[in-house]
């Protein structure tokens, strides 16, 4: 899933984002592709016994303002800087547009459970669905049931005709472009030579387009209300997947088809008035025909959620502090500024009204494998050593922006784990360091070139790494890149001249198996084209087969802890290096009430309980 962009976060563009994250190539056996416990060559008994801090506790309440009330009516205001590409579900691509779409007008057959408790925001359950879905033994087919009283906001129901077809928009690939792909990658719909899909959308026309249409069919097949998925692999997580509103609904009577416009027309408790206005907004308004029976995730209590983008994070930040009419029922959509996080936490009646969750967003370094300087596990495992986490978010922003993290998996993942494999902590250890280098038996200090997305905190930052690195035996260069960050370092070219990679990365839904194999399957990433998403070129095919094997576990259970090991392993080689997973902070208006954030979702504000007194 692509990391939103969170101020001070070095993130990519959207547009980036697209290119490089939200459009995987079809992961032949990608998916839940996914366990690494592998035995390794070198240094397999690092982390055996060296345990490393456990993850931070939160330092904003999750539940900030005030006691929880069942208060209905009022207006909520949800202010944001946007803008909002497209409420089109096929089409989103947006963390935290996703998440509001879903909590508001966009239902999918399964959700993650709204919690004030950060330990139970992954608790999956039903929503359109009348539960979680039903595997076959082998997990290439799953059976859903749909409720019989979800309507549409014209009071039509939603039937399993609307789900299929709303996932068939996303095989519409020169129509319904920005989405995930996950449905062409999983999906048992065959493919033609190319590797392109033979079904192409519900636009397509002619004798092949009727052959196309019918193998869609038969992959996403409706009896009634039955709805099952037929898949082209094992999917342990399909039904973890399916919480995107990529397969969600859609009334094939309101579709615009290839005409790339969307309207809202909600599944769920509310519904657009007149037209969304790009750069301004638009009002939700509660939907006539939505019922609180037939929806267990929404309590939907405010009237209308006035939604308005166009405003910096620094206006938003001010007119809510300032509590006035609007500002008391307003919340930010947006992490404040630096500056001012900290005057609000400075201040208790401000900080009594604000959220400080984690994100999911984690940024992380690769060292590239096929560099002469990395090549050596040992080394690798140095520099992992030798990296102080702690100065890192000391420099992006402090203990309100990022929390340290020796792991790319974040805390809301089932599969998070506090275990230090290189046991260095999270301060670095220069000795330790030292010691390993030594033991690689290399001439020190050990040059290299890192490269980064450049901006004045993420130069701030680099800086505050290389001051460890130089104390430890290593003599980095950095290398800030402006402008297309990721399509630089993802050219093959770039492996050439360029040793350490920072990148950063955010879970699709709440499993390690949109994490791990993405980024260090070398069996669906690195080809003559290039490295994919596994910048350093790590491969390890006795990892890549246990990554596959991890996919095809049964028991959600079984299956993150499996992932847990896997990283473990990723990190005692030192494939990859973690650095800190970011927060945001919001603040709400003293009229604001139920304020929570989900940091399954992204870390964002959750509407799906949220409240406003008069």
Not at 72 to 97: E, F, I, K, N, Y
Not at 110 to 117: L, R
Not at 273 to 290: I, S, Y
Not at 332 to 359: C, D, F
């Amino acid at each position: 899933m692509p990391a939103e962009h969170i101020d001070p976060t070095p993130t990519p563009s959207r547009a980036e984002r697209r290119r490089t994250r939200r459009r995987p190539r079809p992961w032949p056996a990608m998916l839940l592709a996914a366990l690494v416990v592998v035995a390794l060559a070198v240094g397999g008994a690092l982390w055996a016994g060296n345990r490393g801090p456990t993850a931070s506790p939160e330092t904003r309440p999750s539940s900030a303002v005030g006691d929880r009330v069942d208060t209905r009516g009022g207006a909520v205001h949800a202010l944001s800087l946007g803008p909002v590409a497209t409420w089109d579900p096929q089409r989103m691509a947006s963390r935290s547009d996703m998440a509001f779409a879903g909590r508001v007008f966009a239902r999918t057959l399964t959700a993650y459970a709204p919690s004030t408790d950060p330990a139970r925001q992954a608790r999956l359950v039903s929503d359109l669905a009348t539960d979680v879905g039903t595997p076959s033994q082998d997990l290439r087919t799953w059976t859903f049931t749909l409720r019989d009283d979800v309507t549409w906001q014209d009071g039509s129901p939603v039937t399993c005709e609307d789900v299929a077809y709303g996932i068939s928009r996303t095989f519409a690939v020169d129509a319904v472009k920005g989405g995930p792909s996950d449905a062409l990658a999983v999906l048992a719909v065959p493919r033609n030579a190319d590797g392109s899909s033979v079904y192409a959308g519900p636009y397509a026309k002619g004798a092949k387009a009727a052959a196309g249409q019918a193998a869609f069919d038969k992959a996403v097949a409706c009896a009634g209300r039955k709805l099952t998925f037929s898949l082209s692999m094992a999917v342990g997580d399909f039904n973890e997947m399916l919480t995107q509103p990529a397969f969600g609904p859609v009334k094939a009577s309101v579709d615009r088809g290839v005409k790339g416009t969307y309207d809202v027309f909600s599944s769920g408790p509310y519904m657009l008035r007149g037209t969304w206005e790009p750069g301004r907004g638009g009002t939700f308004v509660r939907n006539p025909h939505w019922t609180a029976s037939s929806d267990p995730i929404r309590k939907a209590y405010p009237d209308e959620i006035r939604y308005q983008e166009g405003l910096t994070t620094q206006t938003v930040a001010q007119q809510i502090m300032a509590d006035n009419d609007s500002g008391r029922v307003s919340v930010s959509l947006g992490s404040a500024p630096p500056a001012i996080q900290q005057h609000i936490t400075a201040v208790q009646s401000l900080e009594e009204r604000s959220l400080n969750p984690r994100t999911g967003v984690v940024d992380y370094l690769v060292p590239n494998t096929r560099s002469p300087a990395f090549k050596d596990p040992l080394v690798r495992q140095a520099l992992a050593a030798a990296t102080n986490r702690d100065a890192y978010v000391t420099a992006i922003g402090g203990a309100t922006a990022a929390d340290p993290s020796l792991s790319l998996l974040p805390a809301a993942v089932p599969a998070h784990h506090g275990d230090d494999p290189v046991g260095a902590g999270t301060r670095g250890d220069a000795a330790r360091a030292k010691a390993l280098l030594a033991k690689a038996g290399v001439t020190t200090p050990v040059a290299f070139t890192v490269a980064y997305r450049s901006d004045p905190t993420s130069d701030k930052a680099i800086a505050a790494l290389v001051a460890g690195w130089r104390q430890a035996g290593f003599a980095p260069t950095t290398k800030p890149i402006a402008d297309d960050y990721f399509s630089t370092i993802s050219d093959p070219a770039a492996a050439a001249g360029i040793d350490l990679f920072w990148s950063n990365w955010a879970p699709a839904w709440a499993s390690a198996s949109t994490i791990l194999p993405p980024l260090f399957d070398s069996s669906i990433n690195i080809t003559a084209a290039g490295p994919g998403r596994d910048y350093g070129y790590f491969a390890d095919p006795d990892i890549n087969t246990l990554m596959a094997k991890a996919g095809a576990m049964v028991d959600r259970g079984e299956r993150e802890k499996a992932w847990g090991e896997v990283d473990r392993q990723l990190l005692a080689q030192g494939a990859y290096i973690g650095l800190a997973e970011r927060r945001a902070l919001y603040i709400a208006g003293s009229g604001v009430r139920n304020l929570s954030a989900n940091a399954v979702l992204g870390g964002v504000v959750e509407f799906a309980d949220i409240a406003v007194t008069p």
